[in-house]
């Protein structure tokens, strides 16, 4: 059973950063692909960046050139750094693992990212 808490989420404005933390436990991290996803009131849950037990990566498009994915096996995390953030930003951002031999699939609680104007 693997358990998915993320972090550092908040309040910015427009055009500042902010980095979040996805800390796993309770599998093998390294052989996981990790993403992050977010959703806005009212919209559906949308892929924002993932990210492959060989580092590879992908990005939305409005996304891509502002975010960066990354992982550190030996601490168990995944991050998301945000850079120039934008107000349709904002949302509740969820990480995600998923393993490509059991097919197993794992959930974060979500941490609120606010982007004002």
């Known amino acids: 059973q693997v358990q998915l808490v993320e972090s550092g989420g908040g309040l910015v404005q427009a055009g500042g950063s902010l980095r979040l933390s996805c800390a796993a436990s309770g599998g093998v991290f390294a052989i996981n692909t990790m993403s992050w996803y977010r959703q806005a009131p009212g919209k559906q849950r949308e892929l924002v960046a993932g990210i492959t037990p060989g580092a590879s990566t992908n990005y939305a498009e409005s996304v891509q050139d502002r975010f960066t994915i990354s992982r550190d096996n030996a601490k168990n995390t995944v991050y998301l750094q945000m850079n120039r953030l934008k107000f349709e930003d904002t949302g509740v951002y969820y990480c995600?693992?998923?393993?490509?031999?059991?097919?197993?699939?794992?959930w974060g609680q979500g941490t609120q990212v606010t982007v004002s104007s």
């Open positions: 995600n693992a998923s393993n490509p031999f059991t097919y197993n699939i794992y």
